[in-house]
Structures are given as structure tokens and as C-alpha cells.
């Protein structure tokens, strides 16, 4: 078995570990604890929590990335150029905005829970998306695009078979900037009653447990890690060899 | 046939192509020359409206190409551009399966095709037709460029600078190729080209283009000895037209009976490599032979010079 596959399958297998005994790992947070304080978290399934946090930023990742893919297509071509610099802005201003204040702003509009925190991880995942598919559609090889035209294809033609699988990597390589800044934004969807596990953290927070902010803090971290070295398998997979 | 009539591209003020009327017989090769910013690109691409005319029409075969949406019509009509435009993401195979298969053609009758086109020119479908573009030498990939437009047998093809980024000798070697898979499909062509010696050697007529207007449209010996104008020799060149002119013939036109000692020369030869085998050599004459290596007769200098010379 080569390190890396080695090192990939060791990850997995205490993450799954882990989240399935959880008390088996009470010795190793035990340090971190004091005056008795549970080693670890007790007032939730760790496992429901992963998956409630994985599930969180799947779709709304899922949802930046078809909303980026869409603008970036439109902006492309025909009249909807014209729109490309206003839209790069605003997706700008999507990125520069802090996602706290935009749970501030999305919880008067549409109340506690996950939908705050889906609005903010959506808006703050436009834009690696959004650049990428923009710099593969837009710097595609002219000579490529004319042929596509010379032998008749039609527009959708074009980018269904031509322009989208050619801008695939770039793409791929925006989704898999968005998923790993949205694992670790979506900790603070907790703060607005998000299920996930910010909730681990912020617990550990308040009850000054360092043993349950490491609980938290490393299943997030090891989450992004893994979806990031995911995404990356699956694309190679799925995308077409260029040579 | 390709009937272009009061052709004209204007862009704002600027009239690109102005006016241009143009008959190409079915089955012969154009070769439209011209300099950079003539027009000459634009002419072409209105034929398969890739840019749409301003004013004037195009027939194919008698119908108008406005007649049907331009994928549809493109779909019937061959393209090749420079540096070939595969799509880097498709094999071979793939690639020259792209207009059959947006046609409807059967999975069968497609694949025969694509074997059929890989051996006609030249590559072997076990190697070369699950490879990937990249992975082919630029000379490969330029005949796969050609064997794509050719897919679904279309009656036209037009070319636009095909052979622009081939090294001299793949080049060379690319253009005998066109010029004999042409004489055997007869297929329609119209080629634009910046290169005199491609023209010369490929086209059955020259169209000569200059700011957008058609100077001259004709056979190649008649823009040597019947220039319309002191721009069309100034691009065809003055200096080496004798030797131009010679090129375009073959030693069977100044063959005589007999033989003569030492040098043997192809019948098919071009008369100017005649006359520079024969000035290498150091000889008057040589003995011309024929395909399979038999004696058809002689050539000599003063033969060669009479015929450089004929048409003045």
C-alpha cells in the first residue's frame, strides 16, 4: 500500500472509530479536562452532529456551486457579457462580507436555525467557484471554440460538450475551495441554532471543557481535509483526460 | 459548385469584403491568396457563416445557404483552421466522430467510417484511434483535423491557412497528401493561404484578393502570363515567375522521343525539378520513365527553357 493510501485509509477508519465509540476515546481528552468535567461531549450524538454539519455544507456548497456555474455561463457569452464586471462584484462583496454578519442580517429575515446559516455558506461560496469557472470558460483555446462552431455545433452543444468538460478542473478546483472554507464557516452556524459541530465548540467554550473545542475543532479540521482529498479523487475520475 | 454573388462584409465604416463575385467548380481546389488584413479569411468564412454576410449570397450545389440555420448548413460543409482545433478531451476517434454523430449516423456505420478516414490518411486505427490529440505529432494531428471535416463526407471544404503550422517538410509532405485524397474523393475546395508555393501548387484557380476586392480569379499559368494587374504580380511575384511557370507543368509536356545517356527523370516531375536535376547534373538531357520505371523518351534544356518561355 502506498503512504498516501495508507495515511488516507488510517484518517477514515479513527474518524469512523471515533465517531461510533466515542467513550472509547475518553483516556486520550481526559488531560484536557478538569474538576471532573466529562471528557467527552454529552449532550449530543457526535455522529448525528457530523452528519447534520456534512449534510449542511454538501448542500449548500451544492447550491453556491450551481448558482456560480449558471452566472458564470451567462456572463460568458452574448448579451450577458456586458454583466461580467457587476457580477464579479457582487460575488466580491459576497466573499468580503464577514458570514457573522450575514447570519446577523439573515436571522431577522428568515429566523433561527439552518436556514441562516445555509444563506451565509452559500453567499461565501460563490466566489472560488465562481472565478474558476469564469477563468476556464473565458480563457478556453480560441482555436478550439471555432472549430466547435466550424462543424456545426450549436451554443448548448458547445458548452455541453466543448466548453463545461474543458473548464471541468478549474472548476472542480473552485468546488473544492468552497467545500473546505464551508466546513469550517458552518461551525458558526451553531450560533444561530444550525445543528452541526460548532455546537461541540461552543459548548466547550462556555463550559471551559478544552476537551470538547478539540473534539469539535478536530472533526471539523479532519472533515475538511477528507472532503478536500475526496473531491480531488472523484474529479479525476469524472473528468476527461486532456493529454 | 459554389456560386458567390455581390458577396460583401462590412464592419461600421470598414468594408472588409467588398462585392465579391466567385464561381468554384465542383470538384476542383481555389486557393484564395492574399495579404494579411485583405479579406481574405472573412471571404471564406461567409461561405459557411461563421460570419454572416452583409450583403450578396452563397449557393452550394444551387441552394442558398440561408436557407437552413448556420449549424445545420456547417454540418454539410468541411472546416479546417490552422493548428488543427481538435478538442484536446476527445480521442482521435472521438473527434472524427463529431459530425456523423450529430447527424444520427448508427454506431456501425460510424465506426467504419472512422477506420476507413484513419487509413486514408495514413494512420493506423489500433495505434492512433484511441489516442488523444495531444498525444499525436503536429503532422498527425493536422490530418486528423482534415479526416474530422471530412467525416461525413461533405461535398465542400474549406480550409483556412490549414498547413500554417506545420514545419516546411511535414508541410510538403501534407499538401501532396490534400492534393491526392482530393483527386480521389472530389471533393470541393476552397483553401486560404498566405503562401504563393501552396497556391500554386495545390490550386486548380487562384483568387486574389486585396482591401477586401477580388483582383483577378483564375488559372495559376494565367496570373503569371496574363497578371490583371500590377498588384496581382507584385503578390504572385515577377522575379521567379519563369520558374513558377515551369513548376506547374510536368516533363511529360516537353518529353521527345529518344534517350539520352545518365540521368533518368520521373514523367510526373515538375519541369522546374527537372531543370534543377539537369543543372545539378551538369547535363543537356536526360531519359524520361514512366510509373513503372520504363523508358517514355528524353527531355532536354533547350526543351524545359522553351516552355518557361512559351507564353510570352
Redesign the interface.
Known amino acids: 500500500m502506498r503512504p498516501a493510501t495508507l495515511l488516507r485509509t488510517a484518517v477514515w477508519l479513527s474518524v469512523i472509530a471515533f465517531l461510533w465509540r466515542p467513550s472509547a476515546f475518553a483516556a486520550v481528552f481526559a488531560p484536557f479536562t478538569h474538576d471532573g468535567a466529562p471528557a467527552i461531549y454529552d449532550q449530543g450524538d457526535l455522529a448525528d452532529l457530523a452528519l447534520a454539519h456534512l449534510g449542511l455544507v454538501l448542500f449548500a456548497t451544492a447550491l453556491s456551486a450551481v448558482i456560480a456555474v449558471l452566472l458564470a455561463v451567462v456572463v460568458t457569452r452574448g448579451p450577458g457579457r456586458a454583466f461580467l464586471p457587476m457580477s464579479r462584484s457582487l460575488v466580491s462583496i459576497g466573499q468580503t462580507f464577514p458570514p457573522v454578519a450575514v447570519l446577523a442580517v439573515a436571522v431577522p429575515l428568515v429566523g433561527f436555525g439552518s436556514l441562516p446559516a445555509l444563506i451565509a455558506l452559500v453567499a461565501y461560496g460563490l466566489l472560488p467557484v465562481f472565478e474558476n469557472a469564469l477563468t476556464g470558460l473565458a480563457e478556453l483555446?480560441a482555436?478550439?471554440l471555432?472549430?466547435?462552431?466550424?462543424?456545426?455545433?450549436?451554443a448548448w452543444?458547445r458548452l455541453w460538450s466543448?466548453e463545461l468538460?474543458?473548464a471541468g478542473p478549474l472548476i472542480v478546483e473552485g468546488l473544492r475551495q468552497t467545500l473546505v472554507i464551508s466546513v469550517g464557516t458552518a461551525t458558526l452556524g451553531s450560533t444561530v441554532a444550525a445543528k452541526g459541530l460548532g455546537e461541540v465548540i461552543i459548548a466547550g467554550l462556555l463550559s471551559d471543557n478544552t476537551a470538547f473545542v478539540l473534539q469539535g475543532g478536530l472533526l471539523t479540521g479532519l472533515m475538511a481535509i477528507l472532503l478536500h482529498d475526496a473531491i480531488g479523487r472523484i474529479g479525476a475520475y469524472v473528468l476527461?483526460?486532456?493529454? | 459548385m459554389i456560386e458567390i454573388d455581390g458577396l460583401t462584409k462590412r464592419y461600421g465604416g470598414t468594408t472588409v469584403v467588398d462585392a465579391v463575385d466567385l464561381r468554384v467548380p465542383t470538384g476542383s481546389i481555389t486557393a484564395i491568396v492574399g495579404t494579411s488584413g485583405s479579406g481574405k479569411s472573412t471571404l471564406l468564412r461567409m461561405i459557411n457563416r461563421l460570419v454572416e454576410p452583409s450583403a450578396g449570397t452563397v449557393r452550394i450545389d444551387g441552394r442558398l445557404t440561408t436557407e437552413e440555420p448556420a449549424h445545420a448548413l456547417r454540418r454539410r460543409i468541411g472546416y479546417v483552421i490552422q493548428g488543427n482545433g481538435l478538442f484536446p478531451h476527445r480521442t482521435v476517434a472521438e473527434n472524427i466522430a463529431t459530425v456523423p454523430r450529430m447527424l444520427g449516423w448508427s454506431d456501425v456505420r460510424i465506426a467504419a467510417r472512422i477506420e476507413q478516414l484513419l487509413l486514408l490518411f495514413g494512420l493506423d486505427p489500433q495505434i492512433h484511434a484511441q489516442r488523444l490529440p495531444a498525444e499525436l505529432s503536429g503532422g498527425q494531428q493536422q490530418r486528423v483535423g482534415v479526416a474530422r471535416a471530412l467525416a461525413a463526407g461533405p461535398s465542400v471544404l474549406l480550409m483556412d491557412e490549414p498547413f500554417g503550422a506545420l514545419d516546411p517538410i511535414i508541410r510538403a509532405k501534407a499538401q501532396t497528401d490534400l492534393r491526392a485524397i482530393q483527386q480521389q474523393l472530389k471533393t470541393t475546395i476552397v483553401i486560404v493561404t498566405h503562401d504563393m508555393d501552396e497556391a500554386f501548387l495545390l490550386a486548380d484557380r487562384i483568387a486574389v484578393l486585396d482591401n477586401g476586392r477580388l483582383l483577378q480569379y483564375d488559372k495559376p499559368t494565367r496570373l503569371l502570363t496574363a497578371p490583371a494587374s500590377a498588384q496581382v504580380s507584385a503578390l504572385t511575384g515577377t522575379a521567379d515567375r519563369a520558374l513558377r511557370l515551369l513548376s506547374l507543368d510536368t516533363v511529360m509536356v516537353a518529353m521527345a522521343p529518344g534517350h539520352a545517356d545518365g540521368l533518368q527523370l520521373s514523367a510526373s516531375m515538375s519541369l522546374r525539378d527537372a531543370l534543377s536535376a539537369l543543372i545539378w547534373a551538369g547535363v543537356r538531357a536526360a531519359t524520361v520513365c514512366g510509373a513503372d520505371g520504363e523508358v517514355v523518351g528524353q527531355v532536354t534544356l533547350e526543351a524545359i527553357l522553351a516552355r518557361g518561355a512559351a507564353h510570352q
Open positions: 483555446p482555436s478550439v471555432e472549430a466547435a462552431d466550424g462543424v456545426g455545433m450549436d452543444q466543448i468538460p474543458l476527461p483526460r486532456q493529454g
